[in-house]
């Protein structure tokens, strides 16, 4: 591993280059916060795809990869005489220490654990000066919608609003699932989305619970969906056979031949 100095050159190295970008690449010279925004977004995929494949060596490039284009935001800020990366870097700094009084401040030191910690985030987080008035002001409205609903739970938990057993949770699921059944059975459309969104809520509230990422459990599921049919249409082909002159039925079994192969 690098030393400390090793980090900060490392450091220094990437505003270095992002300042010849700038000055000397035209396409580089071009951007703008708002142009490189879509691009920023897909990085962050691609990083949480090395995150879910346990890929370290492809986690460290795109951790990279999110670092230059935090600095080139900080560049370009800089250049209309906002901001720069030390604001960037010291505003976070600041909120940290102001967030973690049990290392920072007057109570450093004093025995706590993480669940104390997570259980008034959102409290402690309420005092910052500047900072979100509400609890839930600092989700973005754009925020994927998975995302969104567990970001919401956790803000909530942080203010003490939660079950106090995991397992109550399963109740309410059951509720949702009926409530889903009884507005589809009404055929109204509007009100069978509600339903339906308070009852995928409810699950992803219950994964929250048992410790389960529900973006990586859903993720997984697609790619079981996605084996299993491939497997399906192959073995279709290679009887020469049509799906669509197949059966549910006959379509079942080649699946299930799959499924028992550990597909």
Known sequence: MHTREEKVAAFGRLLDIMDLLREKCPWNAAQT????RPMTEEEVYELSDTILKGD?????KEIGDLLYHMV????????????DIADSLNKV????????????????????TAKEIADTWELVKAKEKDGNKRVMAGIPDAMPAILK???????ARGCGFDWEQKEDVWPKVQEEMGEAKDACEEDDPKHMQE???????????????YGIDPEAALSGACDKFRRRFSYMEEETLRRGLKLADMTLAEMDAI??????KGL
């Open 93 to 112: 700094c600041d909120k940290m220490v102001f967030r973690h009084p049990h290392v920072f401040g007057p109570e450093a030191g004093k025995p706590t």
């Open 33 to 36: 916060i708002d142009t490189i």
């Open 56 to 60: 370290r060596k492809g986690t460290a």
């Open 72 to 83: 080139f935001y900080a560049r370009i800020a800089q250049e209309e005489g906002s901001f």
């Open 195 to 209: 339903e339906f969104g308070d009852l995928l809520f409810a699950v992803i509230n219950a994964s929250r619970l």
């Open 255 to 260: 699946w299930d031949e799959g499924k028992a």
């Open 149 to 155: 609903a567990l970001s919401m739970q956790e803000k």
